[in-house]
């Protein structure tokens, strides 16, 4: 894995720091389709974990950005940065906490489940 000064997990607030301060900041969700149906962050990108390995490509137009991934606790999500890592993606990194702890401390119009 290559080295990164980019963490491996980021803070629901440092996330919402990024995606305010940067444009470029690419958000990624990997849960399923029905649990984004649910609940979801604004602005954020469906490749589900199940799916990530044979759609990992769809994010090679974002690979020189900040990309900041999320699933509903910070498990799924971590297990994708370390792929997206693999794969040279080296700024790249979890949300922890996932959607669940953005619901209660950022956003609480995103329900929780």
Known sequence: M???DVPLEITVVQSQTAIQENPDVVLVDVRE????????????????LSE???????????RDRP????????VRSLHAVFA?????FSNST???GGIDLWSQQ???DVPRY
Do not use: N, T, W
Request: some cysteine.
């Open 67 to 74: 990309i900041i991934v999320y699933c509903h606790h910070g």
């Open 33 to 48: 389709q029905d649990e984004f149906e649910l609940a979801r962050i604004q602005g954020a990108k469906l490749i589900p």
């Open 94 to 96: 979890s949300m922890s």
């Open 106 to 108: 950022i956003d609480a």
């Open 2 to 4: 290559p080295d990164s």
């Open 84 to 88: 997206l890592r693999q794969s040279g």
């Open 52 to 62: 990530f390995p044979s759609r990992i490509g769809e994010l090679e137009p974002y």
